[in-house]
């Protein structure tokens, strides 16, 4: 059983949410003497709509997904952070992550005092389900599942992740920032399913948007609720809403870039193959590539003197002697 009330904070739950102007008064009218705005002004003086309706109404008809399941934040960041601070009594709660993984769920975590417990993937970066079930424990609230994978690229075996949804008392969130590349439907199907399963998306990667900090939340409507009860009122500027709006309307120009994006990677590949110093390339369903060369520093600093920057990965467990490449361009990547 799934009980909700029970993994949610005493105090998120009990919590009065801030009452905005727009939330007071919903119709539309002449007169708007309730905001504090300046009147002169003229496009930017009103506060944006709180709930961002129109963008979610767009979301909803592409993904499928009842607006009310829908959560959006400043970036994906913003809704890693809000699930950490809904779930985890600091200091007491803790959540779960395999590693290697995205640092931002460690970042939010340490930033919110909050105990992290890790594991370590496996050698082909995949879920150690054994060592995940004996890691959590009463505490553990949150376990942050990256899929597919960054830094390592590769999607994390369905069946595992459902494993833990079914095992796992509290909340499985899966980080899809990387779906649209990996050609599946991911596990928003899922949510019907499973009450504790959170899927992060967003627009910062295969949509090209990243400018504009939209990062996209699925749960159920339950989920919604209390993030929607914690975010900051007006969390999405008017310009980053308009502009997600007008992205959204071109889904096969975003459909366009994946498959080109995906061609080039399987030609980076080929390239890299050819390469003396480059000892492993990992199979990937994003838009980068893990890749173990010889000495990792030395071929970093080479690549920067070049003006070409990677990220170096090699400090990171399991990706010794790793760069992460992204997919560029075809001219930046025959350049390189
Ligand atoms: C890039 C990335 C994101 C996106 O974050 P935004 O704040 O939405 O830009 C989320 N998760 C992972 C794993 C990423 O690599």
Wanted: charged fraction near 25%.
């Amino acid at each position: 059983m799934f009980e909700l009330e029970k993994l949610v904070r005493k105090n998120v739950l009990n919590l009065k949410p801030y009452s905005s102007a727009r939330d007071d008064f919903k119709g539309t009218a002449s007169v708007y003497l309730d905001a504090n705005e300046n009147p002169y002004t003229a496009l930017y003086h009103r506060y944006p709509d709180p709930h961002q309706n129109k963008l979610k109404q767009k979301i909803s008809a592409i993904k499928k997904v009842p607006k009310k399941q829908i959560f959006l934040g400043n970036g994906s960041d913003e809704p890693i952070d809000l699930m950490i601070r809904a779930f985890c009594e600091p200091g007491i709660d803790n959540i779960l992550i395999p590693q290697p993984t995205y640092g931002m769920y460690t970042v939010s975590a340490e930033i919110n005092n909050v105990i992290i417990k890790t594991v370590s993937l496996t050698a082909d970066f995949d879920l150690d389900v054994e060592s995940i079930k004996n890691t959590w424990d009463r505490d553990t609230k949150l376990i942050f599942l990256c899929s597919p994978n960054n830094p390592s690229g590769n999607l994390l075996s369905f069946d595992r992740i459902i494993q833990i949804l079914q095992e796992f008392k509290g909340v499985v969130i899966v980080d899809e920032a990387y779906i649209d590349f990996a050609n599946l439907p991911g596990f928003i199907p899922m949510l019907n399913q499973y009450p504790n399963l959170v899927v992060l998306q967003t627009l910062s990667k295969a949509w090209g948007l990243a400018a504009l900090r939209v990062g996209i939340c699925f749960a159920s409507s339950e989920i919604i609720a209390i993030l929607n009860k914690i975010k900051p009122p007006y969390n999405i500027s008017i310009l980053s809403q308009q502009t997600a709006e007008e992205g959204l309307n071109n889904e096969s120009v975003k459909n366009e870039w994946v498959i080109k994006i995906i061609a080039e990677r399987k030609e980076l590949e080929r390239e890299l193959q050819k390469i003396k110093l480059v000892k492993k390339i990992y199979p990937s369903d994003a838009n980068f590539l893990l890749v173990k060369v010889t000495e990792a520093k030395d071929v970093y600093q080479k690549l920067v003197e070049r003006g070409i920057i990677v990220r170096d990965r090699s400090n990171v467990i399991l990706c010794e002697n790793c760069l992460r490449i992204t997919v560029g361009t075809e001219q930046e990547n025959k350049n390189s």
